[in-house]
């Protein structure tokens, strides 16, 4: 991890994303602290991926700007902070796991190989480097992805949706990755459904809903706000899909039982 900068790691503010009239990111701004691990969540298309993409400098803004501990993500000089596991972009699939981490470090101009070996180790994905990408099931991807991205100790580690196809054991790893990995002074932002973990996990988040920032805060905090135990209930009432949970159940009961009876 390079020397620690004063001020925020992430500083995002009135990000806008457009595709044709539609606008699918709406201003949206948050910032993230060292030591900090801070979730994005939000329905189905609510922004989250366009959110992370932009943050990452992989999508060009319409309006607002990324700041990496100070410098503009278009700036090349931000990558250093910076390392990303996508949710699903290709990976390149005649390369061996090796190759591919290797290729991360000739991009940063690096040699983080043995740190690398070591994660792959703690993932147990050490035995599969040598095989070809192509022959990974998912999960193992997943996990490669997650070893390319933090190899080189960013000071902003971007995760969407990490946990998506992992086993329960890799499952843990991660989670003790990610909580030690802000504990010694990274940033984590992580795009995710999972509510669990991230009331488990998360010290703030930030829901989306339509492309616009409908709450922030800690779990606790918005759970207080919103007078509720859990914050997939404090989820349910921001994002407005709690009074539509009722109707959805009574028309899916009505339905299957007309379906039963046919
Ligand atoms: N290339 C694109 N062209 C047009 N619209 C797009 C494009 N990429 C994303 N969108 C739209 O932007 C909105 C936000 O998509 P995004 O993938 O960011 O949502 P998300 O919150 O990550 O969704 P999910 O939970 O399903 O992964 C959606 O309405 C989607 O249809």
């Not at 278009?74 to 596991?85: C, E, N, P, T, V």
């Not at 990408?133 to 960013?154: N, T």
């Not at 919103?226 to 914050?231: A, F, R």
């Not at 028309?251 to 039963?260: C, F, I, Q």
């Amino acid at each position: 991890m390079s020397l620690p900068e004063p001020g925020p790691v992430l500083a995002v503010s009135g990000l806008t994303k457009r595709y044709g009239r539609r606008t699918v990111l709406d201003e949206v701004s948050f910032t993230l602290a060292r030591g900090e691990v801070h979730g994005v969540l939000g329905p189905n298309g609510s922004g989250k991926t366009t959110c992370l993409h932009l943050v990452t400098g992989l999508l060009a803004p319409d309006g607002g700007q990324v700041l990496l501990n100070g410098v503009p993500v278009q700036d090349k000089k931000s990558r250093d902070f910076l390392g990303m596991a996508p949710d699903d972009l290709p990976m390149p699939a005649s390369l061996t796991g090796q190759e591919y981490l290797a290729f991360h470090d000739r991009l940063r101009g690096r040699d983080d190989s043995v740190t690398a070996a070591d994660l792959a180790w703690a993932f147990g994905l050490a035995e599969d480097l040598d095989r070809q990408i192509a022959e990974y099931s998912h999960g193992m991807k997943r996990k490669l992805q997650v070893v390319a991205a933090v190899m080189h100790f960013p000071d902003l580690l971007v995760l969407d949706e990490p946990f998506r196809g992992l086993d329960p054991d890799a499952a843990v790893t991660l989670r003790k990755l990610i909580t030690s990995y802000a504990g010694h002074g990274g940033a984590v932002l992580i795009a995710t459904h999972d509510m669990l973990r991230a009331q488990r996990d998360c010290d703030r988040v930030t829901i989306l809903h339509a492309g616009a920032v409908v709450a922030e805060g800690s779990p606790a905090q918005l759970q207080q706000r919103y007078s509720v135990d859990t914050l997939e209930e404090a989820f349910l009432v921001t994002t407005g899909l709690e009074a539509q949970q009722g109707e959805r159940a009574q028309l899916l009961d009505t339905m299957l039982k007309e379906g039963w009876e046919r």
